[in-house]
Structures are given as C-alpha cells and as structure tokens.
C-alpha cells in the first residue's frame, strides 16, 4: 500500500507546476557576481509610439502602390527609480506562447514610479518570432536597477497575439529597432530628460538577434533578396532590399549612437540571410550567445556568424547542451506547464530548456550583459576582465590562499563561485 501511495504521488507532482507566482527575478544563491540587483530602486511604464507610413509588408502584392501603415510599437520601459520607492510589482495580462491564455508576472519593478535624478546610458530589448516584451522581462528590471533604462519592445505582427507573415518580420524587424532608439532619443517627458541615448546598446534574441545584425551594420546577403521559390520568405516589391549589405537605406539605418549589441541565438545565417560579405560589415562590439544544441537557428550557423563578423572584436558563450531557449526567455510561468490545445503541446516548450534550469541561465546572462554593457555604454575598463577567462570553464583552476586571495595558478571564472562555472564555453576573435 505504502509503495503505490508514493508512485501515485510522484506522478501527480510531474504533472502539477511548481507553487509559483511566475517571479522574474529569481537569483540563484550560485549565480554569477554581476547578476545580482544593483542598488536602485526600479520602475516601469507601458508607453507606445507610431512610426507614420511605413510599408505595410502584410498587405503588399507584387504590384501595384505598396500600402502604408501608422505602425504602433508598444513598449515596457525599466528605469531607475527615485531613492525611497517601494520595490515591487506585477505584469498583468501577459500573453503566453498560445497568444490566448493570459498571465500575471511578478517583479521588483514598481508600476509608474518617479524616476531618479540622473543620465543612463539606454538598452533596447528585441524579442524573437513570435514573443513579446515580457519575455525577457528578468533582464529589464536587472539592467535598470544597474542604472540603465531598458525598453522592450512588443514588434507588431511578431507577438503571440498578433502573429503574422514572416516577411513583416524580416523587413521591419531592424527597422523598430532604429526607430526605438531615435523615440527614446527624442522623448520629452521624464523618461526621456534620464535617458542618455548616445550611449546605447541592443540585446536580440532570436529574430530579434536577426535585427540587430543588421542594425549593427551586418547587411543581408545578396542571395537573400534576390531568390526565389515557394518557401524563401522574400515580401514582394523588393521590400526586404532596404536592409541588404551596400544598399542606401542600410547604410543610413547604422547608428553611431550604438556601442554594443548582444544576439543570443540570431537567426539567419541558417538560412542564408547573412553570408561572409555581409557580415563583415559589422563593426560593433558583440557578443553571441547561443546553446550548443540550437536547432532553430541552428548552432554551427551561429558560430559562422561569429567567425565572419571580421569587422569587430566578438565573443561566442556558449552553454553546452542548451537548445534555442538558451538564456533569453523568463522563466516558464505555471500557467504554461498545461497542454494548450491550440498548439498541440505545452507552452512550457517555448521557455525552458532540457537542460539547463532558466534561472540560472537568465542569471548567467544577466552577470555578462552587464559586464558588457558597463564595459562599452559606461566606459567601465575593469569590466574586461569578466572576458578575460579561460576557453573551457570547465578548464578553470579555483586556487585561494587562506586569506580567500587568488594564488598564480587560480584560473577560474572571475565572478563565478567555486563549482560553478560549468557547461559554458567563452571563445573570442579580434577584428581583422
């Protein structure tokens, strides 16, 4: 009797999510240094801005007048606060993967809070296809209590909800993100009087990765334009040229104001979109970020990616085993451990990974695009010493003194307790 009773138990918690209220704030007691909150209070605000008249990719044919539309990006905006706010908060009304079922998220953020006296440095936060702003929300919040405003974005025609044709993405995906950076840069209100828009980095995840490649000045290939066939995601009208290497208004899309960019699992390479030629005209400090198992955009493609991006010093992290939910996305909500019958599976798929907790994933990459970001948005040269690391972390040698201080032979991952730094690759190439 004894012996049934567990087995039915241990069934029934596979089958229950865990007791939750969907935080995206989780530190790990093992993570990393740099994932943990800096000491600024933080707040949020939904905002939202229309870019007048551009191309309706959706609606075009291939011929005839290209239709326009007033396309509105709404956004989540994390900022300092101002000294004394009460930390904490939630996101209602989030949308998971089935873009039916809604959810609410737990944070530090406070909703509407006044902001802090000051300038920080600004980090726009692209999703992938589909997704919204929500889904990297831990990182949101974890950048501005560090002092940066960071603005995700929910890409129209690329959320949950409004999930639409593929090529609006791979026109406009670039495009939000240039016209992000230039709203913020010209706010007028509160918001914008702290936010410091010269400097300014972009972290993409997946197509979001895609359109940061070629904001950054990694054009598409030639071969991505010209095709053709059933399944070749080319828009009709020639409206994906605008972001092709040598073309006008790729050249004019690049943006000085941008001094570092983050793509974790960038699309596009797998496809071709990106060739050698073209992404050597990408000259902005980057760092890949990508699990060894990516199928989606494919790991051996990203690390051409890094191999061909000659034009800049680059990075590749890799988390050894990890699919194409490596890093980014929060952690799955509890909602999403139930089968939707929408999708034929749980939505739980599109956020965790097999085999890497996403806590401690979100933790990791929260320490490195801070390290990043402080290193090229704040001018802070001892954060260059987060990269400076063995390849294999595994490789590392932890090796202190009985006062707690490195001896020569200590080689272990700066920022990392001991036994920690595991199933993480850190490779690096200097511009040619």
């Known amino acids: 009797m004894t012996r049934i009773f ?25 993570a990393p240094e740099l994932a943990a909150l800096g000491d600024m209070p933080v707040g949020v605000r939904t905002m939202s801005f229309t870019d007048m008249g551009r191309p309706d990719v959706v609606n075009a044919t291939p011929e005839g007048e290209i239709p326009t539309q007033d396309r509105e990006i709404t ?5 300092p606060a101002a000294e004394g706010t009460e930390p904490g908060g939630t996101y209602e009304g989030v949308f998971l993967r089935d873009g039916e079922t809604q959810v609410s998220l737990s944070g530090i953020a406070a909703r509407d809070a006044a902001p802090a006296e000051g300038s920080f440095p600004l ?21 501005a209590s560090k002092g940066y405003v960071a603005v ?3 890409h129209p025609e690329s959320t949950y909800s409004d999930q639409n044709k593929f090529t609006s993405t791979l026109v406009n995906r670039p495009l939000d993100q240039a016209f992000l950076i230039e709203s913020m840069a010209t706010l007028d209100d ?30 598409l290939s030639q071969t991505a334009v010209t095709r053709e066939g059933p399944e070749v995601f080319v828009p009709p009208q020639d409206l994906l040229d605008r972001n092709a290497t040598g073309s006008a208004e790729h050249d004019a899309l690049i943006d000085d104001r941008v001094k570092a960019v983050i793509a974790i699992g960038p699309w596009g390479r ?24 990516d199928d989606v955009s494919q790991y051996p493609a990203i690390r051409q990616i890094f191999e061909e991006t000659t034009g800049t010093d680059r990075m590749l992290l890799t988390f050894e ?22 999708l034929g599976y749980a939505p739980f798929d599109h956020y965790a990974d097999a085999v890497w907790d996403t806590a401690r994933m979100n933790n990791i990459l929260q320490h490195f695009a801070t390290a990043f970001m402080d290193l090229h948005l704040k001018g802070e040269e001892e954060k260059a010493e987060y990269f400076d690391l063995v390849e294999d972390a595994e490789a590392g040698v932890w090796s202190m003194d009985d006062a707690g201080q490195p ?7 700066k920022g990392f307790p001991e036994r920690t730094a595991k199933g993480l690759m850190l490779e690096r190439r200097t511009a040619e």
Not at 75 to 79: F, K, M, P, R, S
Not at 123 to 143: A, C, D
Not at 198 to 214: E, F, K, N, R
């Open 6 to 30: 567990i087995a039915t138990t241990a069934a029934a918690l596979v089958a229950t999510p865990p007791m939750a209220q969907n935080r995206i704030d989780m530190i790990r007691p093992d």
């Open 75 to 79: 956004v989540e905006v994390w900022y």
């Open 123 to 143: 980090v726009l936060i692209s999703h992938g296809y589909p997704g919204n702003r929500f889904l990297m929300s831990h990182l949101g919040e974890n950048l």
């Open 152 to 154: 995700s974005a929910d």
């Open 190 to 219: 509160e918001i914008g009087a702290i936010t410091d828009a010269d400097s300014a980095g972009v972290i993409g995840y997946s197509m979001g990765g895609y359109g940061a490649l070629i904001f950054g000045g990694g054009g």
């Open 270 to 293: 797998n496809r071709d979109f990106f060739d050698a030629e073209s992404l050597a005209g990408f000259e902005k400090p980057l760092l890949l970020i990508a699990g060894s198992q």
């Open 321 to 342: 085993g990890a699919n194409h939910n490596a890093a980014a996305p929060m952690p799955a909500p509890a909602e999403s451990y139930a089968m939707s019958e929408k």
């Open 407 to 413: 001896q020569d032979d200590h080689s272990y991952w």
